[in-house]
């Protein structure tokens, strides 16, 4: 009964029922194509666990795995879903006292006596670093403990 039996009304139905469902159809291929784009910040805020568990580059460790217990020395170099240790795909960002106007950088733990900051490099393995904060330079890590300082007001 969907089809054209020369009946000017069954037309006019038959071709309102067409526009529907060519309108729904092209609807959900719109829906499904948007669904598959990801916004650009979208890994940004991802966080693997056991990156924020781990001291990877000197940073400190979260003790209590929770979100809510997120600071920015538990997500430093953990952004965008990166793995546990500094790689060569994926280094960490130098320990180095920053400018006092670097609002970028995060702490490492604090060199101490019982921190020495060494890094236990091991060719091939890492951990890596970039050269500093601003150079996508990848090298060795050489200090994974941040020197203690004042940040004047």
Same mark, same amino acid.
Do not use: M
């Given at each position: 009964?969907?089809?054209? &039996?020369?009946?000017?009304? &069954? ?14 159809? *092209? ?17 940004? &805020? ?13 940073? *400190?460790?979260?003790? *209590? @795995?929770? @979100? ?5 020395? &538990? ?79």
């Amino acid at each position: 009964r969907f089809f054209f &039996n020369g009946d000017p009304h &069954n037309i006019r139905t038959n071709v309102l029922f067409f526009i529907v469902w060519a309108g729904i159809l *092209i609807q959900f291929f719109e829906l499904s194509i948007a669904s598959l784009h990801l916004p650009n910040n979208y890994h940004q &805020n991802a966080f693997r666990q056991d990156c924020l568990l781990s001291e990877k580059g000197g940073k *400190i460790a979260l003790n *209590i @795995p929770s @979100p809510f217990n997120l600071t920015d020395e &538990n997500t430093r170099d953990c952004g965008q879903a990166r793995p546990r240790s500094c790689t060569k795909a994926f280094p960490c960002t130098p320990c180095d006292k920053p400018s006092e106007f670097d609002l970028r950088w995060k702490q490492c733990k604090i060199c101490s006596t019982e921190n020495s900051g060494g890094c236990n490099f091991k060719n091939g393995k890492g951990p890596y670093c970039y050269q500093s904060a601003t150079s996508r330079t990848v090298i060795p890590c050489t200090k994974c403990c941040t020197e203690p300082h004042l940040i004047s007001s």
